[in-house]
């Protein structure tokens, strides 16, 4: 009996290993990242350099925007739907919460234009951050856009 060589095996674990797994954990990286982000600016400019009125305010952003984007599942709720479908009536609405573009946006303009101006902008700028944290750890596990028909599309 001959040992595999090291080639073997590491050619044996990159086929088992397809490419939407390293996909996945890309997103969950940035997951991380942005909730790291989100959460150092809740503490330093409320819990540390803020108020507790700043501080209970830039919670409630960073948690309601990180759940905002689901409660597109609402829409329609109470219409028949199959196991897995959302209602087509909150497709395109499910579909826009979900697109990194928007958040990304609010938070490139809102953070480099304004946050440093007033306490205002830096709510949003910390709710977009959430906000993406909310689409990358949605990517991280596999869920994407959905099809018109409300069933999940591809991640």
Same mark, same amino acid.
């Given at each position: 009996?001959?040992?595999? *060589?090291?080639?073997?095996?590491?050619?044996?674990?990159?086929?088992?290993?397809?490419?939407?797994?390293?996909?996945?954990? *890309?997103?969950?990286?940035?997951?991380?990242?942005?909730?790291?982000?989100?959460?150092?600016?809740?503490?330093?400019?409320?819990?540390?350099?803020?108020?507790?009125?700043?501080?209970?305010?830039?919670?409630?952003?960073?948690?309601?925007?990180?759940?905002?984007? $689901?409660?597109?599942?609402?829409?329609?709720?109470?219409?028949?739907?199959?196991?897995?479908?959302?209602?087509?009536?909150?497709?395109?609405?499910?579909?826009?919460?979900?697109?990194?573009?928007?958040?990304?946006?609010?938070? *490139?303009?809102?953070?480099?234009?304004?946050?440093?101006?007033?306490?205002?902008?830096?709510?949003?700028?910390?709710g977009g951050l959430s906000?993406?944290?909310?689409?990358?750890? $949605?990517?991280?596990?596999?869920?994407?856009?959905?099809?018109?028909?409300? *069933?999940?599309?591809?991640?």
């Amino acid at each position: 009996m001959t040992a595999a *060589s090291p080639h073997h095996i590491s050619d044996a674990a990159t086929a088992a290993s397809p490419a939407g797994h390293r996909i996945h954990w *890309s997103w969950f990286g940035v997951w991380a990242f942005l909730t790291t982000f989100a959460v150092f600016e809740v503490v330093k400019h409320g819990y540390v350099q803020g108020s507790a009125l700043h501080a209970a305010t830039l919670t409630v952003a960073a948690v309601g925007f990180f759940i905002g984007p $689901d409660l597109t599942f609402m829409i329609g709720a109470g219409q028949p739907t199959p196991k897995g479908h959302i209602a087509e009536a909150a497709v395109p609405w499910y579909n826009a919460a979900h697109r990194m573009s928007v958040p990304l946006t609010l938070t *490139s303009i809102v953070g480099t234009v304004l946050a440093p101006l007033a306490f205002g902008p830096l709510v949003l700028f910390v709710g977009g951050l959430s906000w993406m944290a909310h689409i990358a750890l $949605d990517r991280a596990g596999g869920y994407g856009l959905r099809n018109p028909d409300g *069933s999940r599309g591809p991640a």
